[in-house]
């Protein structure tokens, strides 16, 4: 049995298959899709571009909005105010320590 289906594949690819040329409709359905896949992928590289502009407006808009915010408070350091490192400024862990006991 496989000699026989060797022996037609072979007989296939040894005729020769004749070349039909592509009819007037054919090559204007091909044109049309080719046409149509390019117009999408433009249309979704717009839309991601769209997007992303949108996020990074949206993000500059929130830095510039909490910049004043964090900048506003100030963060003591906890080791410097019990003495166990140095503060970066000394007047204003002495200032800590006088408002920690009270005076």
Do not use: C, W
């Amino acid at each position: 049995m496989p000699a026989l289906r060797d022996q037609r594949l072979v007989e296939q690819v040894a005729t020769p298959q004749h070349y039909v040329p592509a009819t007037a409709r054919e090559l204007r359905a091909q044109a049309v899709h080719r046409l149509q896949i390019g117009l999408f992928g433009l249309a979704a590289m717009l839309l991601i571009v769209g997007l992303a502009n949108i996020i990074m407006d949206r993000a500059k808009l929130g830095d510039t909005g909490a910049a004043p915010r964090t900048a506003a408070t100030t963060a003591s350091d906890p080791l410097a105010d019990i003495g166990v490192v140095p503060a970066p400024d000394p007047s204003a862990a002495a200032q800590a320590k006088a408002a920690a006991q009270g005076h």
